[in-house]
Nanobody
Framework: QVQLVESGGGLVQPGGSLRLSCAVSGRIFRIYDMGWYRQVPGKQRELVASKTTAGSTNYADSAKGRFTISRDNAKNTVSLQMDSLKFEDTAVYYC??????????WGQGTQVTVSS
């Protein structure tokens, strides 16, 4: 059974930093893409950043210049370094893995709250 184990959420002041990490427990055959999404109540889940196994990255406009995604393909882990956090970054962040057939695996979500 595959599980995505997330860590690193929490409370931070505006301008601060957080690092989210996600590790795959179990086997996923041919991972295509690993990344992070976020969701606030009443809105759809949205992509924050993702990185393919080949190394291509994709960032939401809101994340460009502030967030950095990294992967360890050998360990099947993905991390998101979030700097210069803003109030509007407050959300539940979900780890996502897509396999080569684009089946989605999801983590349980971790809360990030930016507040003074």
């Amino acid at each position: 059974q595959v599980q995505l184990v997330e860590s690193g959420g929490g409370l931070v002041q505006p301008g601060g930093s957080l690092r989210l990490s996600c590790a795959v427990s179990g086997r996923i055959f041919r991972i295509y893409d690993m990344g992070w999404y976020r969701q606030v109540p009443g809105k759809q889940r949205e992509l924050v950043a993702s990185k393919t196994t080949a190394g291509s990255t994709n960032y939401a406009d809101s994340a460009k210049g502030r967030f950095t995604i990294s992967r360890d393909n050998a360990k099947n882990t993905v991390s998101l370094q979030m700097d210069s956090l803003k109030f509007e970054d407050t959300a539940v962040y979900y780890c996502n893995v897509k396999d080569s057939s684009f089946f989605n695996y999801w983590g349980q979500g971790t809360q990030v709250t930016v507040s003074s």
